[in-house]
């Protein structure tokens, strides 16, 4: 007897808790799953940003990191992707990896599997030479390129990444030809550089500001479509006549299909976040350019983005 | 003055109570290790790296400096007490420590041992904090081509550690070249040997497949033998020497420490070799009155010192270039790995404060081993008595749940599980494990680099033999290569000789 | 010498054992050469190179065995111990048994009960010392995984999480 109210009264619930998930939301912990190893960029700006997203989210719930390294990052956005759309997992879905993965080899997630909530870090690229180099500007370069097809060497972190995509996107724009130069990490595309061996170097803009003002280095521009406030004095690639923007966004997304009402919750607190003065502060200090994006302009971002690579891939596949 | 501000740096970087703390809990845990038989410094590092993911990393590199010096003293117990060597590279140490605890007066070679250890330890974190900071500076200024020969250098040092079987050695190195080459390739961002599992994309691990190699076997070992040791055998003896004077030593010490500090540099080479042959050296020298392999003091302090000298100096080429000499470089460079510190050049760069850090550290723990091994003592020698049959388990409970945390993923257990059982099979069919690891870390980098230098010249060969650095290294590698022939060469003039003798 | 508890070997055995063990790594080697081929262009030359080397090598050992076959004595004068095997398989079956069921059981409750039963399967008397190492174990792991460091673990049967 006892047994069947229980079960009808159980049946009941189940039926409401959509809308009363999403009200309480979040009751318990949220799992927040970093597709890449501990200690890394992407790792340390979420531990520093997690504590503010806790503070801005409603109740007292926490948000514990997972580390999930793997296959580029395809381990992590796959266990987003696959998760259970009850705004328990999130994480954080990085391009251009979460949008070239899929596009490059068959993976065990989809782009189109995740849910885009708010984007945190856009660090533009930059292109960078030794101060002393022959090609002076942006233009300078382009011609010094058209004189000798394929010769002038850049260094990137690797193939497909997004170093790599954007001078991709460079060559395209400016219709000339360099050769690519794979390195294992930024440090070593720097060492490289410093030591001549290579004449330019692909990386991000918050990974050579300082060396640009200390004038260890020289750089082109930034590729971001304004100039970032960390580098103020930087030039973009628009501004120089090269119809070039490209980076790397660092947010958070969840799996499709989640409750409007929680990516509004999510959205809402990530973007006190990273308004806050502390957390600000802490983001300088890792020279983390922060770029805020709700969901939906976030979302728009990214397939916008996908297209762009979906027709770089399509034009010349960058993997054999 | 670049290097004082960063020693500065280091030295208030590991001042604080934390740091402090892991280095003698490291010690403590390495003295334990090495008197274990059957477990050795790789094997108590190679355990430990999964647990310090979670720490910083000067804490994570202050215990590895604790348990790598600590375990290197720690061998000499079960060496003098049961003329069992706690690790491979006690074995000099057997000489005359166990004859002196015939004579009862085991007390004062554990003394002798504990002083000397210290001494070596401490002399060769001096070599490492003065040779790195050049060598890194002129590693800083390596191309692909540089690394590419340096990496082939590296590869061609494994031979040395191949052991009595060249093809045994080379099925190791090719298994470990193999293992170096699955996941996606650099240059070309092709998959190789993924089979189609996304977990073996970004490749094997290398945290992963040190652990497996270095701590289930010795495990599996622990199991099989099962050796049960009696309290009656573990007797210290009961005459003191207290008129001993340990400043006598002095000339062996020194002597030692510098045999220790060349062998630990040279790749391939490891304590053991050191160890032996600064006994060797000591009984050459001999005076009247001395009676090494029958009980003599100087004996134990030639070896003990020796194996400690070892210690920090195998990591300069490790630290400065990223090319491991030793299996215990090799597991050091995983820690920091794990860390997200990469090896090489950049590290007294970037991340100069820990790096000066961790090479203070081993001389601070050096010096630590002292007040650590006299009042622990009791401790350490008690401990051989741990069931074997608890400890071999444990083991396997301890590196399971570390390299789990590691990637959250059950799927790097069962890999470093396989890989540990291919390492038993490999030490029962006397294939060396050592030549497998060091090709998994320089296979890739030889064969990165020499594509990406084809790629800068544009496929023109005649980059690798432009430049100084680059004709040293040819050279240093024909010299490699033609060492074997002179060698055999002698040896036939030998016995050619010794025939003449005869006849 | 031999007594009930060991099993002898002739060396000529021993050489044939470590034949097969040649020519499975020969084979090994081998496959993955020819998994090699099937890679294009400059990332194949690694692969190919370097298994084909391996498959030498091991060919090598084997044919350095097969000259000492008929070397080999017919004399028993290699020992295993049946005890030490034993205690091997035990050990080697309960790892495999203890990680399988690690997300099933969780890891803190896997942990109680390998390291109880692991020892006391080997031989180890009396009983009570295993559980005791075991307790202790599971809860100190379980300090410092789940409360010190609040690492993220499969959820546990006893220990909850």
């Known amino acids: 007897m006892t047994k069947t109210i229980f079960a009808g009264a159980l049946a009941a619930l189940a039926m409401s808790t959509g809308a009363v998930a999403a009200q309480d939301y979040p009751t318990r912990t949220i799992n927040m799953v970093i597709a890449y190893s501990a200690g890394g960029g992407t790792d340390v700006a979420a531990r520093t940003l997690v504590p503010f997203i806790e503070k801005y989210l409603p109740g007292d719930e926490t948000i514990a990191v997972i580390n999930k390294p793997g296959a580029s990052g395809e381990l992590g956005f796959a266990e987003i992707a696959k998760a259970t759309p009850d705004g328990y997992t999130i994480g954080f ?73 954007s001078m991709l996107a460079l060559q395209r724009a400016a219709g000339i030809e360099l050769r690519h130069v794979p390195f294992g990490g930024s440090s070593e595309i720097r060492a490289a550089l410093l030591g001549g061996h290579i004449a330019l170097g692909s ?25 970032w406030d960390g580098a103020p004095e930087v030039p973009t690639f628009q501004e120089q006549g090269f119809d070039v923007v490209s980076g790397a966004y660092r947010g958070i997304g969840a799996p499709v299909g989640l409750d409007p009402a929680i990516i509004e919750t999510l959205s809402t607190a990530i973007g006190e976040a990273v308004a806050d003065e502390e957390f600000r502060a802490a983001a300088a200090e890792q020279a983390l350019p922060l770029d805020y994006q709700n969901s939906d302009d976030f979302t728009a971002t990214l397939t916008d983005l996908q297209g762009l690579y979906q027709a770089l891939w399509d034009e010349n596949p960058w993997v054999e | 003055m670049d290097i004082l501000t960063h020693l500065v740096d280091g030295f208030a970087a590991i001042f604080t109570p934390v740091v402090i703390l892991a280095m003698v809990a490291g010690t403590v845990m390495g003295v334990l290790a090495g008197a274990l038989p059957g477990l050795s410094a790789t094997m108590g590092i190679a355990v430990l790296i999964p647990f310090t993911f979670g720490m910083e990393p000067l804490v994570a590199l202050g215990l590895v400096a604790g348990i790598y010096n600590g375990a290197m003293y720690g061998g000499s117990i079960p060496a003098i007490l049961l003329r069992i060597p706690g690790t491979p590279a006690g074995i000099a140490t057997v000489f005359d420590g166990y004859p002196m605890t015939q004579q009862g007066r085991a007390r004062l070679a554990l003394r002798v041992s504990l002083y000397s250890s210290a001494f070596g330890s401490f002399v060769s974190a001096l070599c490492l ?28 040092c494994i031979t040395s550690v191949l052991g009595g079987s060249l093809s045994k050695g080379l099925i190791s190195t090719c298994a470990g070249l193999l293992m170096g080459l699955v996941g996606i390739d650099q240059i070309t961002g092709a998959e190789r040997y993924t089979f189609g599992s996304v977990h073996l994309v970004s490749g094997f691990s290398i945290i992963v497949v040190l ?18 040791i009696n309290s009656k055998d573990l007797n210290t003896g009961n005459r003191a020497d207290d008129g001993f004077r340990m400043r006598s030593l002095l000339p062996v010490w020194l002597r030692s420490s510098v045999i220790g500090v060349i062998v630990g540099i040279m790749p391939g080479a490891g304590g053991n070799i050191a160890a032996v042959i600064s006994w060797n050296e000591a009984r050459r020298r001999a005076k009247e009155g001395d009676c090494y392999g029958k009980g003599d003091p100087k004996g134990v302090a030639a070896a003990e010192c020796a194996n400690n000298a070892d210690t920090a100096a195998t990591l300069i080429p490790a630290l400065t270039l990223g090319v491991p000499g030793s299996a215990v470089a090799a597991v050091i460079m995983g820690v920091l790995l794990v860390h997200g510190l990469r090896p090489g050049p950049a590290l007294f760069r970037d991340t100069a404060e820990i790096t000066y850090g961790f090479m203070i550290a081993m001389g601070v723990t050096a010096l630590m081993m002292i007040p650590i091994g006299a009042l622990g003592s009791r401790l350490f020698i008690n401990a051989l008595r741990l069931p074997p049959l608890i400890l071999a388990p444990g083991i396997i409970v301890l590196t399971s749940i570390g390299v789990y945390t590691v990637g959250n993923s059950i799927v790097e257990v069962w890999i470093m599980m396989i890989v540990g059982f291919v390492g038993y099979g490999m030490e029962k069919l006397e294939i060396p494990t050592a030549p497998a690891v060091l090709a998994i870390i320089l296979g890739p980098m030889a064969e990165s680099e020499l594509r990406r230098s084809l790629l800068i010249s544009g496929n023109d060969p005649t980059i690798f033999f432009t430049g100084v650095v680059n004709w040293i290294f040819i050279l240093l590698i024909a010299l490699m290569l033609a060492l074997p022939l002179i060698r055999r060469r002698k040896a036939r003039r030998a016995v050619t000789e010794n025939q003449k003798v005869d006849t | 010498m031999s007594t009930r508890d060991d099993i002898s070997l002739t060396s000529s055995r021993v050489v044939v054992a470590e034949l097969a063990a040649a020519l499975g790594i020969a084979a090994i080697f081998a496959l993955l050469a020819w998994v090699g081929t099937g890679y294009r262009g400059a990332a194949a030359f690694m692969p190919i190179a370097v298994s084909g080397l391996g498959c030498m090598a091991a060919l090598t050992w084997a044919a350095g065995l097969l000259r000492k076959l008929p070397k080999a004595s017919v004399e028993e004068d290699v020992t295993l111990s049946k005890p030490s095997l034993r205690r091997l398989a035990t050990l080697a079956a309960l790892m495999v048994a203890f990680v399988a069921a690690i997300p099933h059981l969780g890891f803190f409750t896997g942990i109680l009960v390998f390291l109880t039963a692991a020892p006391v399967l080997m031989g180890l008397r009396p009983a009570w010392q295993a559980a005791l190492a075991a307790a202790g174990l599971a809860v100190l792991l379980w300090l410092i995984f789940i409360v010190l460091l609040e690492s993220p673990m499969p959820a546990d049967l006893i220990f909850g999480g």
Do not use: C
Request: aromatic residues 8%; hydrophobic residues 50%.
């Open chain 1, 93 to 165: 879905i990085n391009t251009p990896t979460s949008i070239t993965i899929p596009i490059q080899r068959e993976a065990s997630f989809a782009f189109d599997q995740l849910k885009p909530i708010a984007n945190v870090v856009f660090d533009a690229g930059s292109l960078v030479a030794l101060p002393n180099n022959d090609f002076g500007d942006l233009a300078g370069l382009v011609e010094a390129a058209k004189a000798a097809p394929g010769t002038i060497t850049y260094g990137t972190t690797g193939i497909g990444s997004d170093d790599h995509l």
């Open chain 2, 129 to 156: 904090i003065l040779l790195s900071p050049p060598l890194a500076a002129l590693a800083l200024k390596f191309g692909p081509s540089q690394f590419f020969w340096l990496a082939i250098f590296g590869m061609l």
């Open chain 2, 211 to 228: 652990t497996g190699l270095y701590a289930i076997p010795p495990a599996l070992e622990l199991a099989e033998k099962a050796l049960r």
């Open chain 1, 203 to 227: 990386m991000n803009i918050g990974e050579v500001i300082d060396s640009v003002n200390e004038g260890e280095l020289a750089t082109f521009g930034q590729m971001g479509a304004d100039r």
